[in-house]
């Protein structure tokens, strides 16, 4: 496992700490969790738009009609 060295604001890592312990973990746990979620979200957007877009070219249980209203992107809501 690789090691990373980040420059935070004395007060922000003692409130970290702080919140890390109360909650029975670890800043660096905390930290690898938030990275982890982060480098994942892009693949999740786009399984998402995939998703969205079958369900769009999709006429499955719709008793043949085509599905009105579904929008393509997800954070947009028709």
Do not use: F, K
């Not at 060295?5 to 800043?27: I, K, N, P, W, Y």
């Not at 990275?35 to 877009?53: K, P």
């Amino acid at each position: 496992m690789a090691n990373l060295t980040l420059a935070v604001d004395d007060d922000l890592l003692h409130r970290a700490r702080v919140r890390a312990a109360e909650e029975g973990t670890s800043v660096n746990a905390v930290v690898r969790e938030l990275l982890t979620a982060y480098s994942a979200a892009d693949r999740v957007d786009a399984a998402r738009r995939r998703l969205v877009a079958l369900s769009v070219s999709s006429a499955a249980g719709s008793g043949g009609r085509p599905i009105t209203g579904a929008s393509p992107d997800p954070g947009r809501s028709t």
